[in-house]
């Protein structure tokens, strides 16, 4: 919500992210002035417009977008979606200038490339026929008994479709003082790290060299992106050979499980030489993550002779105050985990 200091907006919201977005906006002249239940003003060009909020259609770690639908001045009803670039592309009607898409996927890979962190904007206007159906629908399944997010999903996925881009956004997320020299600190005391991100692969890569996890000595990054366990097998192994080729054979480790449906059942050994590496693509919840991250982690044990006690730590920041309270130990900032 807007706050005035000092005589200029200001925004409290739920991420970072939206407060950089709101902002951007407000100095490009599209000033979000106030929002209650059944309504959003913004000044455009100096006067105030009303638009009625219609209907929330949130995001979720599968969906990887959130959309509102809203009647604006005009009496139209449009849906604005925002999400993960690969998840809005894929929604996107054929009657998008070519020329807007292509520019946009370039702009896309270049603020990837340079640690940015990107989103798609897309639109959808929609007749009211089709809207109060499709709310019928939509109240039905808030209020089931069973299956009611996946119903929820499909609902909110057979409107999100055929929308018009309207372009991209790229926020930079910079890391905190002493967080890059404190990773390589812990990597000389031999100490495992991983990174769990959702962003996209350049991304992701990018920031593991900001932050020193990667260096510029290493040969290459290996990245692993089947989307079946069959592919995923044939990569791990591929990767295993290219490093033995190149230096030598490492320590070998455990399986990480022996669960048939895991990622990495089939292979013969895992292979480590100092840090992890992870971007994570998958549709996985947040603890099934973390329960894979932990079961690696054990299989990093000498057969049983060493033991080890979970620590749940967190770095307090802006986008995770709420969960502090669930943590044993939270750092007010990065560089103190050393």
Known sequence: MPERKNGRLEYQAQSPDEAALTSAARNFGYVFKSRTAQTV??????????Y??????????VRKRMSVIVRNPLGELVLYCKGA??????????????????ATIQHLDKFA???????CLAYKKISTDVFNKWHEQ?????????????????????LEQEMILLGATAIEDK???????????????????????????ETAINI????NLLTENLREVFVIDGETEREVEVQLKDVRRRIEQTLGPWKRLKRVNNKQDE??????????????????????????ILINVKEVRDALLDDGKLTSQYINDTITGNSNLQSDGTKNLAFIHGKYFQ
């Open 263 to 288: 990622l990495f059942h089939k292979t013969d050994s895992l292979y480590t030489r100092n840090d992890y590496y992870c971007s994570v693509y998958e549709n996985a919840p947040p603890e099934e």
């Open 85 to 102: 670039d690969t998840i809005i592309l894929d929604r996107i009607s054929h009657n998008t200038a070519p020329l807007l898409k292509s």
């Open 208 to 211: 593991g060299y900001s932050c």
């Open 113 to 119: 490339a340079d640690g940015f962190r990107t989103l």
């Open 52 to 61: 009625d909020l219609l209907a929330i259609l949130d995001f979720n770690n």
């Open 175 to 201: 890391l905190q003082d002493g967080v890059s020299d404190t990773i390589a600190e812990l990597a000389r005391a031999n100490i495992k790290i991983w990174i769990l991100t959702g962003d996209k692969q």
């Open 41 to 50: 003003t913004l000044e455009i060009a100096g006067s105030e417009e009303v």
């Open 138 to 158: 939509q109240k039905e399944a808030a209020v089931a008994l069973t299956n009611r997010q996946e119903q929820l999903d499909r609902i909110y996925d057979e």
